[in-house]
Nanobody, 126 residues
Framework: EVQLVESGGGLVQTGGSLRLSCALS????????VGWFRQAPGKEREGVAC????????YYGDSVKGRFTISRDTAKNMVYLQMNSLKPEDTAVYYC???????????????????WGQGTQVTVSS
């Protein structure tokens, strides 16, 4: 059974940085499109950063381009989200997700992903 576990969230001041980690068990990230999503209170879930290894395609949401970077460590079977220049509007619960057979145009749609972590809270203070 595929399981995802996120870590690395916390409280940070505006302009600070955090790195979120996502560990996969029961499979390998090589087989999946992987994405980071976030959801703030009262808002819809938003695709933040995604990549597909087979297609070598990356996606970043407009609000995080140039500030966030998704990466992976094959040896450790981990995926990371490096978040720099954080803003109060980045405050949300961040989720790691994985799915297969996701076409490029649908990478940012959470409904395409089969496996989800429990989420980790990121709070950016002003």
């Amino acid at each position: 059974e595929v399981q995802l576990v996120e870590s690395g969230g916390g409280l940070v001041q505006t302009g600070g940085s955090l790195r979120l980690s996502c560990a996969l068990s029961g499979g390998t990230f090589d087989d999946y499109t992987v994405g980071w999503f976030r959801q703030a209170p009262g808002k819809e879930r938003e695709g933040v950063a995604c990549f597909s290894l087979p297609d070598r395609v990356f996606y970043y949401g407009d609000s995080v381009k140039g500030r966030f970077t998704i990466s992976r460590d094959t040896a450790k079977n981990m995926v990371y989200l490096q978040m720099n220049s954080l803003k109060p509007e980045d405050t949300a619960v961040y989720y790691c997700a994985a799915g297969s057979g996701i076409i490029r145009s649908s990478m940012s749609s959470g409904s395409q992903y089969s496996y989800w972590g429990q989420g980790t809270q990121v709070t950016v203070s002003s």
